[in-house]
């Protein structure tokens, strides 16, 4: 795929489409129309592309082919995996502040209708210990969902699914893990049964699919409500017409993906580093947030006394793309929940922007990136 000069640096956000994930949509529509539910000759090329892609899907991300549901991206999924575990019981509820907005406003949205919630916060390295999270479970409780991110979409850190899988499968088998995936499928390997999760939610435009493919794992034997009702697509689970477009590329992305995944690491390891040399040797004032042992693609720096929405704007005219460690929203920047959670000061909050880099990230892009950035970061300063 061809895209335009700027320097995209934003992956985390949304990364851009690989070119196998363009041809695979191109080669569905090929088939011709047919809807995947049909019986006739074209509904079922249709339902072939659908089900070898969930085929695939499950076997790179460990699970079987009726446990993955597809939708229309994390979000959805996320809504699914904590509606559908929580509403209608009394179950109480267990997640940290660090959580994506698709996770933390659900939970907040039960915890209006009754259900008991706890947010336990990271430590300084942003990550959520597991004794804290297995002690915010209630004494009495006979039923609970407790849901923690496998990374960290600000600071890339990794957090302890599988630790928290087997202490609760061991002491607490009645209560339900969910974990977002969303920004470690792709960049590290991801095992659904060993994970021992209930569910798992990822949406394929992070590593190179279309934005509105998505998917959520639900392991076998364990009932999920619906969010809505219609059809029996997909077990019921998720009734709708499924797109065996956006399956099939979602599928061939994600082959892809996992099949680059120990070069992909190694390439991210270097680019940090250039990108760490390059403020060292520029003598350029900064700090890092979160843990050195995360996701070695996300980077979150702070740069003290400069306000991270005017270097995003004027990085922004300097045609490099990179986002805020915290939302932007009317001009101002907002504190980071995930940041003011570990403990650091709104200076360092409200200076902290992320870099996070892609499966077509070149060293070119990253040393003219950091040209720019050291050029601007300079100006700021010098006018602060």
Known sequence: MKY?????????????????????????????????????????A??????DARENAASLLGAF???????????EANNMALLGHAAGTDCALIGSPIEHTSVLQVLRELAKSGHPLSLVSPNTEGIVPV???????????????????MANQETGALQPVKELGERLAKNHPSLR???????????????????????????????????????LLVRRGWPLRPLSHGGGQQDGRRPGTESSLLAAAF???????????NAFQ??????????????????????????????????????????????????????????AGSACS???????????????????????IRISLGHDTTPDIVDEAMIRLVRVVRRLGAVS
């Open 330 to 352: 009317s001009g101002s920047i907002l504190p980071s929940i995930v940041l003011t959670s570990m403990g650091l000061s709104k200076d360092r909050v409200q200076s902290s």
């Open 46 to 51: 249709q339902r072939r592309v659908l089900e």
């Open 65 to 75: 082919p009726d446990e993955v549901v597809f939708t229309s991206g994390a979000t």
């Open 131 to 149: 004794q804290e999270l297995i002690g915010a479970i209630p004494a009495e409780a006979t039923s609970g969902l407790v849901t923690l991110q």
């Open 266 to 323: 190694n390439r991210a390891f270097t680019f940090r580093q250039t990108i760490h040399n390059t403020l060292k040797q520029n003598a350029v004032a900064h700090e890092i947030n979160g843990s050195p042992t995360g996701l070695p693609h996300i980077l979150n720096l702070s740069f003290p006394g400069i306000r991270a929405d005017l270097l995003l704007m004027a990085l922004d005219l300097e045609q490099v793309a990179i986002s």
């Open 177 to 215: 893990l969910h974990t977002d995936a969303t920004q470690a499928v792709g960049k590290i390997r991801v095992d659904f049964h060993h994970l021992l999760v209930h569910t798992l939610s990822l949406s394929a435009h992070k590593w190179g699919g279309p934005v509105g493919a998505g998917a």
């Open 4 to 44: 335009p000069t700027a320097l995209y640096l934003d992956h985390a956000a949304s990364s851009t489409l690989r070119a196998s994930a363009y041809l695979a949509m191109g080669e569905s529509w090929q088939k011709g129309p047919g809807n995947p539910a049909s019986t006739h000759h074209a509904g079922r």
């Open 251 to 261: 599928s061939v992305a994600l082959t892809e993906a996992v099949a680059d995944l």
